[in-house]
Antibody, heavy 120, light 110 residues
């Protein structure tokens, strides 16, 4: 059974760098076609697609946030890490990681999400 | 890339059918058969309801169906039930090999 869980700081200061870790089980990120993505949701607002990393280390980023995002994977640890630089209060949101099945363009399993607040 | 356009809210009575639209461009919805729909209850993570325009994952009720015409995709829920009350989001693959979500639609079951 596939599970994902996000971890990281709940509070960051403006201008700081956010580092979030997605720890997963039930699948391997070395399986052809599989991907893990990050999505965020500000309180009361819509989902926003952030980044995706594939089994072969191919990476995709939201064009509007590309300069601030880095996504990496550690296959041996079953983890995906997202870093976002220069955090601002508008980046306050629940951050989700999610699984993408081989060659299916949709997220079929999601983590519970982690709320990150940006405030001084 | 701009968010896909969804109505802010829709409503229906139990047993009725409702349709939620999702409008994009030829660079996303209209260009690929990779539209997905998610249901989100308050305080919960989104749940995949439809992928590849009209496919249902295992375990999703057949009351949920999807379609697409041109740059607009649609989610139809038939036989509306109280438990269907939630926020719904569409998503599409884009020409930049990323994905984009819609602004979300709040479904109220009257």
């Amino acid at each position: 059974q596939i599970t994902l869980k996000e971890s990281g700081p709940t509070l960051v200061k403006p201008t700081q760098t956010l580092t979030l870790t997605c720890t997963f089980s039930g699948f391997s990120l070395s399986t052809s076609g599989v991907g893990v993505g990050w999505i965020r949701q500000p309180p009361g607002k819509a989902l926003e697609w952030l980044a995706l990393i594939y089994w072969d280390d191919d990476k995709r980023y939201s064009p509007s946030l590309k300069s601030r995002l880095t996504i990496t994977k550690d296959t041996s640890k079953n983890q995906v890490v997202l870093t976002m630089t220069n955090m601002d209060p508008v980046d306050t949101a629940t951050y989700y990681c999610a699984h993408r099945e081989s060659y299916v363009v949709a997220f079929d399993y999601w983590g519970q999400g982690t709320l990150v607040t940006v405030s001084s | 890339q701009s968010a896909l356009t969804q109505p802010a809210s829709v409503s229906g009575s139990p047993g009725q059918s409702i349709t939620i639209s999702c409008t994009g461009t030829s660079s996303d919805v209209g260009g690929y058969n990779y539209v997905s729909w998610y249901q989100q209850h308050p305080g919960k993570a989104p749940k995949l309801m439809i992928y590849d325009v009209s496919n249902r994952p295992s375990g999703v009720s057949n009351r949920f169906s999807g379609s697409k015409s041109g740059n607009t995709a649609s989610l139809t829920i038939s036989g509306l039930q109280a438990e269907d009350e939630a926020d719904y989001y569409c998503s599409s693959y884009t020409s930049s090999s990323t994905q984009v979500f819609g602004g979300g639609t709040k479904l109220t079951v009257l």
